[in-house]
């Protein structure tokens, strides 16, 4: 919920400089909860996998600043210490000491490599003014998508995978296989003729999904989703799955499987999809 907060020990040193203002109250939230108890919603930012994208949040801010323009920032800190995430610095315009300036900024596509207790940094002028802890969890998938995307799926030989590499997204044209909400897809490590090889793999942290929707005409659906590769036993049930997709299959099931081993990753995708579109969410 929105915290009430002092300054932090951290934001600066009292004999060095004095503080660009005060932090009243702060909150981190996830949009969905945010839009149900608003200020007295708990704080905390759920993920679609792990690494992977978090759904939408909110962050919110209750200032009290001297008249005038500062630079705001939002830095998270991973359970590691780690800087994970940040946002801005953007350019704010605060109302004075004597009027509360409160802030409410909505964050999409943020992604996140640690799960635990963050520690949220609320920053102006590059001086830290107030922490919370925010919870980040990766939140249970659902076994189904919405009914239109898993037709999508069910009923496509071919879906554009990739991922946004360098600030361009790159996609290929992938075989695949689905259950249970979840897309696997076979990446060769090393580019050529025998297998595809997935952009991202082994890069990024989100991927991105191409589909054609059910009843959409030839309009396509673009979806973030949370990549995970898989090991083990994990690995060969999905195997087990693509090799009877595989179309273009030479010699017997175990042969390619037996090739997969030495030269393939299997990457499990879980798209993220809006929640009023789940299945049992009303509209």
């Known amino acids: 919920m929105a915290q009430p907060l002092g300054l932090t020990r951290l934001g600066y040193h009292p004999r060095a400089m004095e503080p660009v203002g005060e932090l009243v109250a702060a909150a981190v939230v996830d949009r969905r909860v945010w839009g149900s108890a608003g200020e007295r919603a708990p704080d905390g930012i759920y993920l679609v996998g792990q690494p992977g994208p978090a759904h939408p949040f909110v962050l919110f801010r209750a200032w009290k600043v001297p008249v005038g323009f500062v630079r705001e920032e939002v830095r998270m800190y991973g359970p590691s210490g780690r800087l994970v995430w940040r946002w801005g610095p953007e350019v704010r315009r605060m109302a004075g000491m004597f009027d509360l300036t409160t802030e409410l900024d909505e964050v999409h596509e943020a992604v996140f490599d640690e799960t635990g207790t963050y520690v949220a940094s609320f920053v102006l002028d590059d001086q830290i003014l107030g922490e919370i802890e925010v919870p980040v969890a990766v939140e249970v998938a659902p076994a189904k998508l919405p009914k239109d995307v898993e037709d999508g799926f069910r009923r496509s030989d071919v879906i554009w995978v990739g991922a946004r590499l360098d600030g361009r997204l790159r996609t290929i044209p992938a075989w695949f296989a689905y259950k249970d909400g ?102």
């Open 182 to 283: 979840r897309v696997y897809v076979l990446s060769q490590r090393t580019p050529g003729p025998e297998e595809q090889t997935v952009p991202g793999i082994g890069q990024a942290k989100e991927f991105v999904i191409v589909t054609r929707r059910k009843g959409r005409d030839t309009a396509l659906e673009e979806l973030p989703a949370a990549g995970r590769l898989l090991e083990g036993a994990e690995w060969e049930e999905a195997a087990k799955l693509l090799v009877d997709r595989r179309r273009s299959r030479v010699g017997p099931p175990q042969a390619s499987l037996q090739r997969w081993r030495k030269t393939c990753d299997i990457v499990e995708l879980t798209p993220r999809v809006p929640a009023d579109s789940r299945p049992g969410t009303a509209a």
